[in-house]
């Protein structure tokens, strides 16, 4: 028995001291564990915190602005919460452009307030000008860009203006006004664009001035001239000096050479409307020639034209608009005065257009006048079509003989519309 308990406590003694070692172990190991675990978490924390830093940097610091900041910026706001434009360019001169070019500038307004200024594009003078805001809010201290676009595809040469008008919420100055202006101008001006004389007197001679003018660095040079009548028109130029009404003038006043031309009527012309156009070369590759019309009206004292759709002033007779399978007709007197009215007689030679029917009636004499009635008919089966008497397309005109020497042609241009039913 005695030596049986020696064995047991000699058993629990060594049961306790593994099982305590263990436990020292144990709890070691547990430790370590905990330390591990602690010093990995930190780093994995301070990895996550930084990430997150990163993403969400522009968050925080618009949360965390210095009260300081925010304290001041409201205490200015208090005293003065207004925006205020500031602009110190409002006219923009673009000088000589070429016709129907496009031209843009750059116009800034800088808020000088202490609150954001709005701006907005209220209205502009004409569709050919765009104005863009950059930006539209522009906060204090800052400065909005103001782009101008004017496209003139429609320009005449000359002098323009336009512009437009910003709105802003500042309460001093609600409207800015926004201006752009300048010269258009073509390679080669012409003055007067086209040469126009009245009442001609039949037999005489006329003639009229034109002036050209070159707006390039090099002498303007004319050459080469063409119209068609070459019998009844002369036409020749030569350098000349800028005079005073050029020197006044906004738009020829910037030319660099100037030329002048002289136009002659010649005698020979029928009674009635004239008219002709005239080209020239120049030496401008931008410009290579120039065109301009001559018109006008040749007058007599013996013979006298009036009727119903008859204009004296420009010679030409109106026979109004008609449709398709209804004529029209209209009359038109011929009048011969003086001592040619006794034996004077007139005859058709020539209609244009060939359908175009015409009738003289026998003449008779009512007092000192010998008259003769031209009636000129539309037909039922006249096509459709559209006459004007101008420098372009086709001309409708009956064309009359006389035995009047000093004007043994007339002439009288038709204008007429043929419409469809």
């Not at 007067?192 to 039949?202: E, T």
């Not at 006044?248 to 100037?258: C, I, Y």
């Not at 020979?268 to 401008?284: E, I, K």
Request: proline residues 6%.
């Amino acid at each position: 028995m005695g030596e049986s308990g020696d064995q047991t406590e000699i058993i629990w003694s060594v049961f306790t001291f593994r099982f305590l070692s263990y436990r020292t172990v144990m709890m070691r190991t547990l430790f370590l564990v905990v330390l591990v675990s602690c010093v990995c978490g930190a780093l994995l924390g301070l990895c996550l915190a930084h990430g997150f830093l990163s993403v969400n940097a522009w968050q925080l610091e618009s949360e965390t602005k210095p009260y300081l900041e925010l304290a001041q910026r409201a205490l200015a706001l208090a005293t003065n919460p207004n925006a205020k434009a500031q602009i110190e360019e409002t006219v923009h001169n673009f000088g000589i452009m070429d016709a129907k070019a496009s031209g843009a500038h750059d116009f800034f307004i800088r808020n000088v307030g202490t609150a954001d200024l709005v701006l907005t594009v209220d209205r502009t003078s004409c569709s050919c000008l765009g104005i863009d805001i950059t930006p539209v809010r522009v906060l204090p201290g800052g400065t909005a860009r103001c782009h101008l676009k004017y496209t003139a595809e429609q320009a005449m040469t000359g002098k323009f203006t336009q512009g437009g008008i910003i709105r802003t919420n500042d309460p001093e100055n609600r409207e800015i006004s926004l201006r752009v202006e300048g010269v258009f101008t073509n390679p080669v001006g012409v003055r007067p664009g086209s040469v126009h004389l009245p009442r001609v007197a039949v037999g005489s001679t006329r003639t009229a001035t034109i002036r050209f003018y070159g707006f390039e660095d090099e002498p303007l040079q004319l050459s080469a001239p063409t119209w068609s009548d070459r019998e009844h028109f002369d036409f020749h130029w030569e350098p000349a000096e800028f005079n005073e009404a050029d020197k006044e003038d906004t738009h020829f006043s910037l030319a660099k050479s100037v030329v002048e031309g002289t136009l002659t009527i010649k005698p020979g012309l029928p009674v009635g409307p004239f008219q002709d156009w005239f080209q020239v070369r120049t030496n401008y590759p931008r410009q290579a020639s120039v065109n301009f019309l001559v018109n006008g009206q040749i007058v007599g004292g013996s013979i006298s034209i009036s009727g119903q759709g008859y204009n004296r002033s420009t010679g030409v007779a109106d026979l109004g608009r008609t449709v398709v399978g209804k004529s029209l007709s209209r009359e038109i007197s011929i009048q011969f005065l003086g001592g040619v009215a006794p034996s004077a007689s007139v005859r058709v030679s020539a209609v244009e257009p060939s359908w175009i029917r015409t009738e003289l009636s026998p003449p008779k004499d009512v007092g000192s006048l010998h008259i003769v009635s031209l009636t000129i008919v539309l037909p039922e089966d006249a096509p459709t079509c559209s006459y004007v008497f101008s420098g372009d397309g086709p001309q409708a005109h009956v064309t009359l003989e006389t035995t009047d020497e000093a004007m043994p042609v007339l002439r009288i241009p038709l204008q007429f519309v043929v419409g469809a039913q």
